[in-house]
Every structure is written in structure tokens, then in C-alpha cells.
DNA sequence: TCTATCTGTGTATACCATACTCAATAACTG
DNA sequence: CAGTTATTGAGTATGGTATACACAGATAGA
């Protein structure tokens, strides 16, 4: 696979003028700048002062391009095993990594997932999670197990905290849907839904009023899930050292 | 909005031939047959006998008509609180009912999260979710992320068995980054990655082989997943009831 | 110097979402 | 019952999209 980066031999013709790298990252700024719907091989090719055409000399289709741009914006996350307090410290410094770079690059909630990962971030966050919870005791399949269970909390956490937020940034294009939850008070029948009418009654179902506070609000729900996670897996450690399982 | 049934008083002109919901379940049956990527406008009129403009009388856009695709699908899970037994049992059928749509019907985790969620079956899942946990002593908002929690990993754990099973089916167009993952072994450093490495070695990280036990491992992964985020809620809800939080 | 091979370009195609216009339709008004 | 008017579904058109294909120039090895 490209993305591995094998060295090429010396060939006939003319040298590659860009890397799979080069183009990975001129996505990634685009998509930054002006949203992953705006990544099209044309635009791309333009920051790069290349025909559109060309940029199949590098990736086999558009799909692969996106696959190397989210590849890219999880390179480096700097967490290290050697570095971490203990197994949790070190889930949980990941977790936050993960949730800076969603941050920084909104649009990769947007990029599907492809299968079982095999791009090198990805693996380094396998190597790293490996190192974390096998020493624990678990199974490599478990400790992948609970590494899915991080990885997919964040980055679904990360999707709401995004859509939240375009939802609640006036100027934002907001969808027909998001709009609607502004809304949704007023759809949801209180004597079929209970519940549901007195959580949207509290204001749990609207965008936050984008005060400072926002932000300690989504870094609570963050630390919420991702304690209920790394609860469940101590208890699992537990067992397991006690030989309970 | 359209999607919540508001019921139309008489007008002039003439009445509409179709419903939301019809395209909507035209949609499903297009994507469960064809993929996700195969719901165009054009086609999605040509199954219900229409040209492709007169469904923008029905929705706004293909977007708005993908997330009631969506919609539709997660309908009538078949889960009722009061027939569960506790919050636990409760949540794990939840789990499983979304598992299996997803397992029906899956192109739906290609569909891009959109925002808080809104639509009619979502918010029935809402209510089911208060009506377990709000009980054990959770606030609605803490409620609301235990579900999330569920709910995301459900999809995600969804995804990775429908790539899995997608790379493991002979003659299904499997992406050149699934094709990739047979060869990962050769791809990474043992040097560098010596866990990831002996992970592979295991075979952890290649689909399994398409016999019988393929399905029961998938449902393994979803339990153990699932049992260590119940365990944290467990965890949760005792420390509330004893008052420790 | 010759040759095989690779790079980036130019051109072309098929598909797609969707804007705009219009004739036919059917409820409401008198 | 006749006229008015809003609405439906069809027809036509447009701009953007990924990508197939063929070619001219460049370059490393013979």
C-alpha cells in the first residue's frame, strides 16, 4: 500500500514531481479551509499547480485520496506508552489526542471508515494501545476491542460536538434537521414521549447558547462516556487479575 | 418538519400521489439491493414511477432524503421498556435490535450523523433510554450519554463487521485499503511495531475465514464491547444509589 | 546515442444534483 | 355550476463531478 511509503528503485522517465504525502496534505488544508465537500481532484490538483488528471498517477481514485487524508491528520498524535501513568492515563491521553484532532479537523468525522484499519496512524494507535492494556493482562483481541471502543466514542462524540457547534455558529449553513431540534419541543407529543418532552423542556436537546461555557461542556461529556468506558474496562482488569475471568 | 407527519388540510391542486415515507422506503429498498452510493435521485424515481424532478416536491434535497432513509430503517426496533428486565437488560436489547438493523441494512452506517439527533425514530430511542436509566437515578443528560455511548459503538462495531464481511466475501469490490489488510503483516515492522506485528501474526487483524463461526465472533466482539460499557454504567449507578456521586 | 518507460497534459464521456418553466389538475369561491 | 388559484408532476437545461484514454516530453540505463 501507497501510504506505507516503499522506497521506489531508480526508473526510466521522469522523476515524481509530488509524494502521496504532498497530496495527502494539500487535502487536508482544503478540506480545513472549506469542508470535505469541497475536496474534488480539480481543486486539489489546482493547490498542488497540478492538472486534475495527473493526481491518478499517485492515488487510484478520489476514495484513496480521503483515505490518505485522514491517515495524515492522525499521524503523530504524541502519546507514547513509556510516558503514561498506567494503562488509563494513557487510554485517556489518547482519547483527548484523538478529540484535539477532530477539532482541529472537523470534516474527518465525515470520512468513512474503510474497513479494518491498516493506514499507519491507525496502526500506531493499535502499537500504543497494545503496549497500554496487554501488560494488563488482556488478550491482544480484547485490548483491540477496547481500543475500538475509545476510538469510536470520540470520533462519535466528536461528529455531535461539530454538528453542535455549526448548529449553534450564526452564518453557519445549518441543515433542515439541525434546524428542526430548536424545534423539537414543539414535535414531540408530552403525553407519547414524556421523557423525552421534559429533556428537550431542559434544554438538552438544543444547541448550547454559544457562551464560553460551551466548550467545558463538551470537554464534560467527553470525560462522561470515556469514564463510563475506562470504568467498564477496570472492572474487566480486575476480574481478570483476580482470575475471575 | 416533514419527517414528523404533520397532517396536510385540504388544497387546491392535485393531491400528491406519494408520501414522504414511500420514498423514503424506496430509498431502503434501492440501498439494501444496490448500496448506498447506487441511491441517486434518478433512480430512486424511476422506482416509484416518477421523474427525477417531481421528488424535489417531496424533500429539499437528496441529502434530506438520505437522512429519512435513515430514519425509516431504525423504526419500530421492538424494544419496550416495560417488557425489559432492569436498565441492563433493557439496553443490551437495544443493542442487539440495532445491531440487526444495521446487519439488514447496511449501507445505513454510511450515513453521515447529522447532528442532535431529531427524527421520529431516534427520539423513540431517546425516550426508551430515559425511561430505563432516569429511574436508576441518572440525570437525563448523564442518560443521554450512556445511550450515545451505546448507540455509537453499535454503529461502529457495525461498520467494521459489514467491512469485514465485505473483504471476506470472494468477488465483492473490496476497496484496495481492505485488500490491504491481508498484507499487513508484511507491512509493518516487527522492529517498530512488535505488538501490532504479533497481532497480525495471530491473524487479529485479517478477515476471518468466511465459515460458520464468522457469525459468532462478530456477535463475541459486540458483547464484549458492550459488557464493558454496561459494566461502567453499572459502576456509575451504584456509586449514585450509594450516594458517592 | 538509442530505447524503453514513466510523468503530467489535453480531451472527452457519462453521470449527477438541481434550477426553471409549464400544462394539467382539483379544491375553494361565488 | 363557473371561475379562480394553488399545487402537482413533467420537460428541459446547466454546471460540476470522477475518471477513461491517448500523447508529448523527459529521463535512466543499454
Known amino acids: ?23 495527502a496534505k494539500a487535502g487536508v488544508a482544503l478540506a480545513d479551509e472549506l469542508g470535505l465537500e469541497a475536496v474534488t481532484m480539480a481543486k486539489v490538483a489546482d493547490r498542488v499547480g497540478f492538472t486534475p488528471m495527473s493526481l491518478y ?19 503523530d498524535l504524541g502519546v507514547s506508552a513509556e510516558r503514561a501513568h498506567g494503562w488509563r492515563d494513557g487510554l485517556e491521553s489518547l482519547a483527548h489526542a484523538l478529540a484535539d484532532r477532530y477539532t482541529e479537523h472537523p470534516w474527518a468525522v465525515d470520512v468513512p471508515i474503510a474497513g479494518v484499519p491498516t493506514m499507519p496512524s491507525q496502526v500506531a494507535v493499535m502499537e500504543y494501545g497494545l503496549e497500554l492494556l496487554v ?17 469510536g466514542f470520540v470520533r462519535s462524540h466528536s461528529a455531535l460536538v461539530r454538528d453542535i457547534t455549526r448548529a449553534a455558529t450564526p452564518g453557519a449553513a445549518l441543515s433542515p434537521f439541525s434546524a428542526a431540534s430548536s424545534r423539537l419541543a414543539d ?34 461529556d ?17 476480574r481478570r487479575h483476580t482470575g475471575q475471568v
Open 222 to 238: 467527553l470525560r462522561f462516556g470515556l469514564d463510563r468506558i475506562l470504568d467498564g474496562v477496570e472492572v474487566f482488569i480486575e
Open 135 to 151: 501488560p494488563e493482562g488482556l488478550e491482544p483481541g480484547e485490548a483491540l476491542g477496547v481500543l475500538q471502543l475509545v476510538a
Open 57 to 75: 498517477r499517485y492515488v487510484g481514485s478520489k476514495d484513496e485520496l480521503i483515505q490518505l487524508m485522514f491517515d495524515e491528520m492522525g499521524r
Open 187 to 220: 414535535l414531540v407529543d408530552p403525553a407519547v414521549m414524556p421523557r423525552v418532552a421534559e429533556a428537550a423542556r431542559l434544554g438538552l436537546l438544543s444547541p448550547p447558547a454559544p457562551d464560553s461555557a460551551a466548550a467545558d461542556e463538551e470537554l464534560d
Open 1 to 23: 500500500m501507497a501510504a506505507w511509503g516503499a522506497e521506489a528503485p531508480p526508473r526510466p522517465g521522469p522523476r515524481p514531481r509530488l509524494s502521496i504525502g504532498d497530496l
